[in-house]
């Protein structure tokens, strides 16, 4: 398993961003109104990821892997690593959705109240996306070991 390409996350953002907004294009009208803490989550686990991600990097440096008590399990490592990456798409998605709903919204000149509403909603979701995926990248960072040689390969 290799690291996770920024490129790809990118490009899964744009794809989705593009069938949002021609989604949010063509029924805007039958939406609720967003919430302006609608991308809470995102902040969240963005924040529970950085957590664990300083837990695990000192385990790491620390070289306390293993199957013994007080150790990091390697299986525990695994999911940390499926985590993150699994983050790493969710946050992508998010961006996704919010940069095409925000992109609607910016470009929409006929109903300017019900898109100043929903407006700071999606920039509090996209925001959110972002520091998602910036956490689980950060967590997978942590979790290589020190002479990992896939260092080189994260371009």
């Avoid at 021609?22 to 989550?41: C, D, H, N, T």
């Avoid at 300083?54 to 070289?63: I, K, S």
């Avoid at 306390?64 to 690593?81: D, W, Y």
């Avoid at 985590?83 to 919204?105: F, R």
Wanted: aromatic share 6%.
């Amino acid at each position: 398993m290799g690291p996770t390409r920024i490129r790809d996350l990118a490009m899964l953002a744009v794809v989705v961003a593009v069938v949002v907004f021609l989604v949010v294009r063509v029924s805007y009208g039958s939406l609720p109104p967003l919430p302006l803490l609608a991308g809470i989550v995102l902040y969240v686990l963005a924040a529970l990821e950085v957590v664990i991600a300083f837990v695990v990097r000192a385990r790491v440096n620390d070289r306390e892997i293993g199957s013994h008590s007080g150790q990091l399990h390697p299986i525990t490592a695994a999911r940390v690593l499926a985590l993150a990456k699994a983050s790493a798409i969710l946050g992508a998605l998010a961006i996704g959705v919010w940069t095409g709903t925000l992109a609607y919204l910016l470009t929409r000149q006929d109903d300017l109240a019900a898109a100043d509403h929903d407006r700071p909603g999606t920039i509090v979701g996209l925001i959110g996306g972002v520091l998602l995926v910036g956490a689980a990248l950060w967590l997978e960072y942590c979790c290589r070991t020190p002479d990992d040689p896939s260092d080189d390969l994260a371009t």
